[in-house]
């Protein structure tokens, strides 16, 4: 059946504007650089927002060129630019980043590369549970919902 997808149209992609390697004379200059973000938020055009590739392979955020909807059919999507976001490898030591039709978002790295290394991961939820067990209830009601509805998440 291919990559299981996860998660809500909450979800989304950033970079920085500049490159954190850009040198500043001082600490408000890094801080200045180091918040100039982009944003790119779920779009709707399909649901692959995140995955746990072959458990302990890689995560990808963002989908590939189909999804497979409620009813078990393949469907193909209409971008060209339909590759993972941003994958991230088990060891998360290194990454890839592709044009992605999820999020509406470029290649991530504009320093050309097609691995990057990973400087530190950060990894937020705004998850109203304290268990594994509530976020996995929580989430089944989600994707029931959405399966359901003729609606986007967002």
Sequence with gaps: RGLEYYGSGEAFLWRLRTARTTPCDTLEEQVRLESDIEVFPWNGENRNIQSLVNLGSHLVIGGGNSEIDPFGEETSTTSSQCGSGLSIANTLLCGTSE?????????????????FEVANIEVWTFSPVDTIEQAEILESSRRFIFDQGNFSEQ
Excluded: A
């Excluded at 044009?99 to 691995?115: A, I, Q």
């Design 99 to 115: 044009p992605c039709c999820t999020f509406n978002s470029p290649r991530l790295p504009t320093n050309g590369e097609d691995v």
